[in-house]
């Protein structure tokens, strides 16, 4: 009879310790999904909406010599001046990225 409740003990402790460690990995793996950033994150600049009017001279030539059928709808700039242009191009919408030269 000792024997069997010896073993019966060890069962007990063995699954709480399997639960304690599904818990743990539980936290780790929310913790490491919730507080982890990606290679992008880090990457990506950050642009802040302008007006179309404040776009410089130079990028709007380069853009009517590179694409002369299209409208510039929205305009964005980051710190490091490079810009961010939604255009619009025979009903579709089009992304393109230059620096403050109007190299694309």
């Known amino acids: 009879m000792l024997r069997e409740i010896s073993l019966k003990?060890?069962?007990d402790t063995i699954k709480m310790l399997i639960l304690i460690a599904t818990?743990?990995?539980g936290w780790i793996a929310i913790?490491?999904?919730?507080?982890a950033k990606t290679?992008?994150?880090y990457c990506?600049?950050?642009y802040r909406e302008i007006s179309v009017n404040a776009v410089p001279v130079t990028i709007k030539?380069?853009?009517?010599t590179a694409y002369s059928d299209t409208k510039l709808i929205k305009a964005y700039v980051n710190k490091k001046k490079e810009y961010k242009l939604l255009l619009s191009v025979?009903?579709?919408?089009?992304?393109?990225y230059t620096d403050v030269?109007?190299?694309?």
Do not use: F, H, M, R
């Open 9 to 11: 003990n060890k069962i």
């Open 23 to 25: 818990i743990v990995i």
């Open 31 to 35: 913790y490491s999904n919730v507080y």
């Open 39 to 41: 290679e992008l994150d």
């Open 44 to 46: 990506k600049p950050e």
């Open 61 to 64: 030539a380069a853009l009517e």
């Open 90 to 96: 025979d009903n579709q919408k089009a992304t393109v």
């Open 101 to 104: 030269n109007g190299k694309w």
